[in-house]
């Protein structure tokens, strides 16, 4: 496995690193002073929709999607180092157009839409003028178990399904942006275990849809993206609006959650660079029993200690790719398994011990670490729980 970045890789890392340095960086304290000052925290500060256009203009935009033309033509383990980048900034991969649950609705709608369903959401999605949800998970059961999944895609004759369901955790619903839920729930119940699921394409504005509530992330709402609890009671869409076809639900997931999973570990790998660098100036600039932090032995285990977990973790991130890209994301199951455990831990540690060198300071609303350890910490959940996961891996080591 070759690692080293083609000269198309690294021209495009100077670039990205280069748009951070002079247009994303600056502009956080903007994004979020116009969060606030805004009616609601629902809307879109305007300095978003600028950026986005600085970085279409500048050719940075939908640098993901491999094997499609629709993308810039990158594998994934090309694209891994520039999602790395955008990482580095919670508002970044939105200006790229390389965010989630946008970027997995996309792939998802490249591999399995069919034309008429690509015209409607996906060119306006890579556009960049609209903005998506995904509705998988479910109150009302354990989802780390997709089968549980309850909401109903009853079939009508033959024009339409009726679809009635509550979901949460729906990231994106809150964004004013976002017109389409990928949903996906039960078609059949009677079907095999694992046919009984279906996708299904579910406009925004359609009559049923109801946004029950904002939910929080140990007290932060994400605005304006947020994550939301969502009514489907007796919504109705046309039949054509499956994707790929009944009973295909758990096909679809496996192809769509691969790559979301991966770029998950690229951006946290970013997260955890920007926090070993904060843990690195505040001790250096900090005199504490006469000797600055630094010179402390127990901070320098933790310099150290970071920067071999991030280390590795960034090879085992790098060589699921490398095996997505070789050999498909079926066989790398259960690499993609294992960074989607090892990436948040990871990043749980190097943002904690950043926390502590920064003493009090590092839990205020004035450095952001504690907001990156709350975003951080759901992703040991989000797309799949971590023991859900191991199970994964233990089955593939039993197998052989």
Same mark, same amino acid.
């Given at each position: 496995?070759?690692?080293?970045?083609?000269?198309?890789?690294?021209?495009?890392?100077?670039?990205?690193? +280069?748009?951070?340095?002079?247009?994303?960086?600056?502009?956080?304290?903007?994004?979020?002073?116009?969060?606030?000052?805004?009616?609601?925290?629902?809307?879109?500060?305007?300095?978003?929709?600028?950026?986005?256009?600085?970085?279409?203009?500048?050719?940075?935009?939908?640098?993901?999607?491999?094997?499609? +033309?629709?993308?810039?033509?990158?594998?994934?383990?090309?694209?891994?180092?520039?999602?790395?980048?955008?990482?580095?900034?919670?508002?970044?991969?939105?200006?790229?157009?390389?965010?989630?649950?946008?970027?997995?609705?996309?792939?998802?709608?490249?591999?399995?839409?069919?034309?008429?369903?690509?015209?409607?959401?996906?060119?306006?999605?890579?556009?960049?003028?609209?903005?998506?949800?995904?509705?998988?998970?479910?109150? &009302?059961?354990?989802?780390?178990?997709?089968?549980?999944?309850?909401?109903?895609?009853?079939?009508?004759?033959?024009?339409?399904?009726?679809?009635?369901?509550?979901?949460?955790?729906?990231?994106?619903?809150?964004?004013?942006?976002?017109?389409?839920?990928?949903?996906?729930?039960?078609?059949?119940?009677?079907?095999?275990?694992?046919?009984?699921?279906?996708?299904?394409?579910?406009?925004?504005?359609?009559?049923?849809?109801?946004?029950?509530?904002?939910?929080?992330?140990?007290?932060?709402?994400?605005?304006?993206?947020?994550?939301?609890?969502?009514?489907?009671?007796?919504?109705?869409?046309?039949?054509?609006?499956?994707?790929?076809?009944?009973?295909?639900?758990?096909?679809?997931?496996?192809?769509?959650?691969?790559?979301?999973?991966?770029?998950?570990?690229?951006?946290?790998?970013?997260?955890?660079?920007?926090?070993?660098?904060?843990?690195?100036?505040?001790?250096?600039?900090?005199?504490?029993?006469?000797?600055?932090?630094?010179?402390?032995?127990?901070?320098?285990?933790?310099?150290?200690?970071?920067?071999?977990?991030?280390?590795?973790?960034?090879?085992?991130?790098?060589?699921?790719?490398?095996?997505?890209?070789?050999?498909?994301?079926?066989?790398?199951?259960? +690499?993609?398994?294992?960074?989607?455990?090892?990436?948040?831990?990871?990043?749980?540690?190097?943002?904690?011990?950043?926390?502590?060198?920064?003493?009090?300071?590092?839990?205020?609303?004035?450095?952001?670490? &504690?907001?990156?350890?709350?975003?951080?910490?759901?992703?040991?959940?989000?797309?799949?729980?971590?023991?859900?996961?191991?199970?994964?891996?233990?089955?593939?080591?039993?197998?052989?």
């Amino acid at each position: 496995m070759d690692f080293e970045p083609s000269d198309k890789v690294k021209r495009l890392e100077g670039q990205v690193r +280069e748009f951070m340095d002079r247009e994303v960086y600056p502009a956080e304290a903007v994004f979020e002073r116009q969060l606030n000052e805004a009616p609601s925290r629902w809307q879109i500060p305007p300095v978003m929709e600028e950026l986005k256009g600085k970085a279409r203009s500048a050719g940075l935009w939908n640098l993901f999607l491999p094997e499609s +033309e629709l993308g810039a033509g990158l594998t994934n383990l090309e694209y891994a180092p520039l999602c790395e980048i955008m990482g580095r900034s919670a508002i970044a991969p939105e200006v790229f157009n390389c965010s989630a649950p946008d970027t997995g609705n996309m792939e998802t709608l490249v591999r399995y839409a069919t034309p008429e369903q690509q015209e409607r959401w996906l060119k306006p999605l890579l556009d960049g003028e609209i903005r998506s949800s995904f509705a998988m998970t479910e109150p &009302a059961v354990a989802s780390s178990d997709a089968t549980n999944i309850e909401a109903s895609i009853r079939r009508e004759g033959n024009s339409s399904y009726v679809i009635n369901a509550r979901k949460w955790w729906t990231s994106g619903a809150m964004d004013p942006r976002c017109k389409i839920f990928i949903l996906m729930g039960k078609t059949d119940p009677d079907a095999p275990r694992h046919q009984q699921q279906s996708m299904i394409l579910v406009p925004r504005d359609t009559p049923g849809v109801t946004v029950v509530r904002a939910l929080t992330v140990f007290g932060y709402d994400d605005a304006p993206h947020g994550h939301a609890e969502v009514e489907f009671k007796d919504v109705r869409v046309p039949i054509e609006n499956i994707l790929l076809g009944e009973g295909r639900g758990f096909e679809i997931a496996q192809g769509r959650l691969g790559p979301g999973r991966i770029h998950h570990c690229m951006r946290m790998i970013g997260v955890a660079e920007r926090s070993l660098e904060a843990m690195c100036a505040r001790v250096k600039s900090r005199v504490a029993f006469g000797r600055p932090l630094a010179d402390q032995g127990v901070i320098r285990e933790w310099i150290a200690d970071s920067r071999m977990e991030i280390e590795q973790s960034r090879l085992l991130t790098l060589k699921a790719a490398h095996m997505m890209d070789t050999v498909g994301n079926k066989a790398a199951q259960a +690499e993609i398994a294992m960074i989607k455990v090892v990436a948040p831990k990871m990043l749980l540690s190097v943002i904690d011990r950043a926390i502590q060198a920064h003493g009090g300071a590092g839990v205020s609303q004035d450095f952001g670490l &504690a907001y990156a350890w709350a975003r951080s910490r759901i992703m040991r959940i989000v797309d799949g729980p971590d023991e859900v996961h191991k199970r994964a891996v233990a089955r593939v080591e039993l197998r052989k």
